[in-house]
């Protein structure tokens, strides 16, 4: 990938924060993996499981740790934490082109909504009464934020996001295509007949620098808060449901549902996919693999899993059978104990 | 959560149908959960575990079942059915701020669609050739409904909904933004190289009363219409594929999936990230726990589940390992009893 | 279903390429189900669980292999394929209602977009600088094409499709409403203390035929691009992270999600519900059963499942606390076995 932007490597070492081995005058024009960076391109490395490839990297210089310095042919920006440097160096190479500030003739914004000077709001959004946007922010095309929501600075809502009334937004909030803050939570009373609808009082708060992927969704409250904590990042297709309460710094992947009134800790890390029931604690620095099922609440740090593991549809039909046999099989393996030790079983013996 | 309705006690207990324990003349203001509530609110019991929370509650209200009014401190609205009275509290309460009635001068409008006067159409909303919608119906900013779609009287279009052609809606269905209703099934027959588009041909019928949530979809039927029936609820991100049939008054909780031509009963609730295959059916009154996969017809009313429940990695591996070995299992622990009942085994003998 | 297209059954058969058993003049008006089918309409029968259904049905003619031709009371249009038949048909007589070339007042089109002249733009939509877009395509409303992205010929958008900028997609591809192309990748490096966002410098390259269903999710790639292959097919609510290569005419059901990275081969059929995690190498020809976690690479074409089985909830709970003594179980069953022959357990047997 290469952009339009350039910097020397010596400009890069000092922009990152790190140590050049190499020449400071050559010029970089974009980042590469090591696999087919080309020269003029820099790469790095984190997953020493890719170290192999850094003898036949033609990128003109690779950020690495030191231990692996010497493995590169090119030059080395050297880094105990080569990951977090390659991240510092996408932002350089990956200015996003924001647009240029101004409210485009087609977007529909109420009289009464309070914009800094400094907003750009594309065409066919729809800003609603009583909304504030901070300074910075950007309103992609097609966006709609609904009476009484609040923007902080330097926000990015891309194309077609949908915010409800009555949502608060920090700054620094990215907001992917086709997200949707604020709906209805999903709560009803079943009167014996029917679903008596719940109305949904209240609100969603989004802390600072959260960032949420295409096509997710935060309910409102029933009457509290949804509260997404500073620095969460969520990926697509994530549902957060009414009064969710997600702790600072946590990661949810894609595709992963949170139940209502659930609170998960800060520091968490959600794999793909995972369910989390409602009303459950989650403490913090909790890891959940994908697709796990989490039905209780969990108070120690640590990784949690649940399924079965992959197999052969064959072979997995014919341990399948079995799991509906666990018991029976528990109970029989307990009386072959018994009868192993001498001693007969009894009624109503615990297994 | 506030908001600028006020009732006195007395009003509340006329409009909800139940006895009020206390003085008539108190003002309230809104709800809050028995834990926030403060002086001027109405709060409500209906979980059992929460009661101890009664004898803090600083709310001026609860509605509480009668066995529990000598718990709380201040006036109480008696309920058999609590949960239900604060459905309908929250609505007096959380009365939608309906748009006035019009059409917005950015909105599309076909010529020939024929559209009630009290109808209110929001900016960039587009109305094609031969749709209906009947009195009191709302359509938010950027919606789209396709030709010769038809909505009811008193339905309710959050911004961004879309809607293919040839779709039927009922009276007072809530769709909430980014919901898509009729795109077309997932119908593909190889010919041994590729895969030849099925014209998804049907349409889809939505009852009275359904709430569908955020990015949820409801696909177009390949030849005869998908089915959603009265009163049915749907949270976000719910797939409903072509031709299903989903029962009068079922509720399909989040990111649940239910593939193609599958029939649900009526009053069935189906957990959050469940999933159903096609060509199934269900009863009435099923219940499916989260995460769940239901790949068989189910005749019987009930509660189901699969999966493996949640363990710490370390100790899911050990015990997913023996998973795979559970047929192997099984088949020793029954040679043991042959032995132990001092008959050998055979060959072709039944495990 | 029937539509305002007539054909005879002497043409169908010419269309089809298939023999027609019976009177070519007939008048065909439309397709539908043998169950459901009156005079004048086609139906077909593929699964043979159907073919007692043939005795009954109202069609005129019936699509059917010549097996079961005798069974028809109508006449037969004879097809070794007959559900191929029935997918070409489908498309005489669903062709698409394809709106008029021409581009709409109210859409926004960039001055240097390079967009064919029978290209048709629908109200709102939005096209930015660079954008080419080949002939015969159609953008729905409210769409948004970002900069420098390329649609090739006879594209269908339906209503709001969001492309980000670079996004790359060949001829005749069909991407229905709420799809997001080229949303950033989930990529964060965490520093010890937060989460550094991981600018997302790759696009996304989507090949002929491919056809994308409601509200799926396609990200940008992190350096490299994420590529679908071409006649991919995906149905709706589908998650494809960053650098994902999808290999040609792949199936992938609702609601599945493959990781970052992860390479899925040719003609491969993702079940609904899936989970496929990062960096995984996935073979030609492989199937993936519904609400399967795929957690290894797969080398060998096949069928492939997880999962426990859905049981009663009752019986489930009994198994499921057998599950986490399983290990336990494995070991106690091996020790019987030891006992059996005669021999004593000794310590750091292997098991």
């Given at each position: 990938m290469s952009t339009s932007t350039v910097h020397t490597l010596g400009e890069l070492a000092n922009l990152l924060e790190v140590r050049l081995n190499g020449d400071p005058s050559v010029l970089i024009t974009g980042l590469a993996t090591l696999k087919s960076a080309v020269p003029g391109q820099?790469?790095?490395?984190?997953n020493p499981r890719y170290a192999s490839q850094l003898a036949h990297c033609r990128a003109s210089a690779v950020i690495v740790d030191a231990e692996y310095a010497g493995a590169c042919p090119?030059?080395?920006?050297?880094?105990?934490?080569?990951?977090?440097?390659?991240?510092?160096?996408?932002?350089?190479?990956?200015?996003e082109r924001k647009p240029a500030a101004g409210i485009h003739p087609s977007a529909s914004i109420?009289?009464?909504?309070?914009?800094?000077?400094?907003?750009?709001?594309?065409?066919?959004?729809?800003?609603?009464?009583?909304?504030?946007?901070?300074?910075?922010?950007?309103?992609?095309?097609?966006?709609?934020?609904?009476?009484?929501?609040?923007?902080?600075?330097?926000?990015?809502?891309?194309p077609n996001v949908?915010?409800?009334?009555?949502?608060?937004?920090?700054n620094s909030v990215v907001l992917h295509s086709s997200v949707v803050i604020g709906a209805d939570g999903f709560g009803f009373a079943f009167d014996g007949r029917r679903s008596v609808k719940i109305a949904q009082l209240g609100g969603v708060q989004i802390g600072d620098d959260v960032e949420i992927g295409a096509g997710s969704t935060v309910d409102r409250g029933a009457l509290d808060?949804?509260?997404?904590?500073?620095?969460?990042?969520?990926?697509?297709?994530?549902?957060?449901?009414?009064?969710?309460?997600?702790?600072?710094?946590?990661?949810?992947?894609?595709?992963?549902?949170?139940?209502?009134?659930?609170?998960?800790?800060?520091?968490?890390?959600?794999?793909g996919g995972v369910g989390v029931i409602g009303h459950l604690q989650i403490a913090d620095k909790v890891m959940i693999s994908a697709m796990s099922?989490?039905?209780?609440?969990?108070?120690?740090?640590?990784?949690?899993?649940?399924?079965t593991g992959l197999l052969e549809s064959k072979e997995w039909k014919r341990n399948i059978v079995?799991?509906?046999?666990?018991?029976?099989?528990?109970?029989?393996?307990?009386?072959?104990?018994?009868?192993?030790?001498?001693?007969?079983?009894?009624?109503?013996?615990?297994?």
């Amino acid at each position: 990938m290469s952009t339009s932007t350039v910097h020397t490597l010596g400009e890069l070492a000092n922009l990152l924060e790190v140590r050049l081995n190499g020449d400071p005058s050559v010029l970089i024009t974009g980042l590469a993996t090591l696999k087919s960076a080309v020269p003029g391109q820099l790469s790095f490395l984190s997953n020493p499981r890719y170290a192999s490839q850094l003898a036949h990297c033609r990128a003109s210089a690779v950020i690495v740790d030191a231990e692996y310095a010497g493995a590169c042919p090119g030059a080395q920006l050297i880094s105990s934490t080569p990951y977090v440097t390659y991240a510092r160096a996408s932002q350089l190479f990956g200015a996003e082109r924001k647009p240029a500030a101004g409210i485009h003739p087609s977007a529909s914004i109420a009289a009464d909504a309070t914009i800094a000077s400094d907003v750009s709001i594309a065409a066919n959004a729809v800003i609603e009464s009583g909304v504030r946007i901070g300074s910075g922010s950007v309103i992609g095309a097609g966006c709609y934020v609904g009476a009484d929501s609040t923007l902080g600075e330097h926000c990015m809502l891309y194309p077609n996001v949908t915010i409800y009334q009555g949502v608060t937004i920090g700054n620094s909030v990215v907001l992917h295509s086709s997200v949707v803050i604020g709906a209805d939570g999903f709560g009803f009373a079943f009167d014996g007949r029917r679903s008596v609808k719940i109305a949904q009082l209240g609100g969603v708060q989004i802390g600072d620098d959260v960032e949420i992927g295409a096509g997710s969704t935060v309910d409102r409250g029933a009457l509290d808060d949804t509260i997404i904590g500073q620095g969460v990042k969520i990926d697509n297709q994530v549902q957060i449901a009414h009064n969710c309460v997600i702790g600072e710094h946590t990661i949810i992947c894609g595709c992963s549902a949170i139940a209502g009134s659930t609170s998960i800790g800060r520091y968490c890390t959600i794999g793909g996919g995972v369910g989390v029931i409602g009303h459950l604690q989650i403490a913090d620095k909790v890891m959940i693999s994908a697709m796990s099922l989490v039905s209780q609440s969990i108070s120690e740090s640590g990784i949690y899993s649940s399924g079965t593991g992959l197999l052969e549809s064959k072979e997995w039909k014919r341990n399948i059978v079995r799991f509906r046999q666990l018991d029976d099989m528990a109970k029989r393996l307990r009386e072959l104990e018994r009868l192993a030790q001498g001693r007969p079983s009894a009624p109503g013996d615990s297994v």
